[in-house]
């Protein structure tokens, strides 16, 4: 049974560029939240998805922004990347009904130079 | 106010004692809490997971939840090296409009050979 699995695993931008990271949820999920990891940081809520729909957002910019495809994968954009915005982005799915935690992906690390 | 609150550490404990790890957090009307180890360059991988207060025990771990305090914690028995790693606690909180995850920082554990 596959997990969440996310791509790409390592990426470098140019501030400014704009940047795509996906998300396949680990199968029987139907939630997607996105968290942002600096370093030594604990993961910081981005947003969350269910039914094709943004539900929850966290203190981010409209910068970034999201989608979730009906087959419950989600992306996540970022626009006018900044050098702040390099961190480990991380995608986490779970069942939408019942008291459930997360199962994350390896996460997508990003550099921004 | 943080949301949810952790002591950072590092929490350095021999091998064999028990780990102590506590949390605090914000919204009185949280109900679901969980506690995820990440080692350094992985991914968070949930390990307990408590909605009710009191104790809930799992192996060495026993996860500790006190509603009125507003309280969490998690105690590792017998710990060993292996658990050397980055604790989160991580609580779901929102209202019918949507819930969200919110993680503490996290609390770095060293065990001791």
């Known amino acids: 049974d596959a997990g969440v699995t996310q791509s790409p695993t390592h990426l470098i931008k140019t501030r400014g560029q704009q940047v795509t990271l996906r998300c396949s949820p680990k199968s029987g999920h139907d939630t997607v939240s996105w968290y942002q990891q600096a370093l030594g940081q604990g993961p910081q809520f981005i947003f969350q998805?269910?039914?094709?729909?943004?539900?929850q957002r966290g203190n981010f910019p409209d910068r970034f922004s999201g989608h979730q495809f009906p087959n419950y994968s989600s992306e996540l954009n970022v626009n006018a990347l900044l050098l702040g915005d390099s961190a480990l982005y991380l995608c986490?799915?779970?069942?939408?009904?019942?008291?459930?935690?997360?199962?994350f992906g390896s996460g997508t690390r990003l550099t921004v130079v | 106010q943080k949301e949810v609150e952790q002591n950072s550490g590092p929490l350095s404990v021999p091998e064999g004692a028990i780990a102590s790890l506590n949390c605090t957090y914000s919204?009185?009307?949280?109900?679901?809490f969980f506690w995820y180890r990440q080692y350094s360059g992985k991914s968070p991988e949930l390990i307990m997971s408590i909605y009710s207060n009191g104790d809930k025990e799992d192996g060495r771990f026993t996860a500790q939840l006190n509603k009125a305090s507003q309280y969490v914690s998690l105690l590792i028995r017998d710990s060993q090296p292996s658990d050397s790693a980055t604790y989160l606690c991580a609580v779901k909180t929102g209202n019918t409009g949507g819930f969200k995850t919110i993680f503490g920082a996290g609390t770095r554990l060293f065990v001791k050979a």
């Open positions: 998805y269910y039914e094709e729909e943004e539900r």
């Open positions: 919204d009185r009307v949280s109900q679901s």
């Open positions: 986490a799915s779970r069942k939408d009904r019942g008291l459930y935690g997360y199962t």
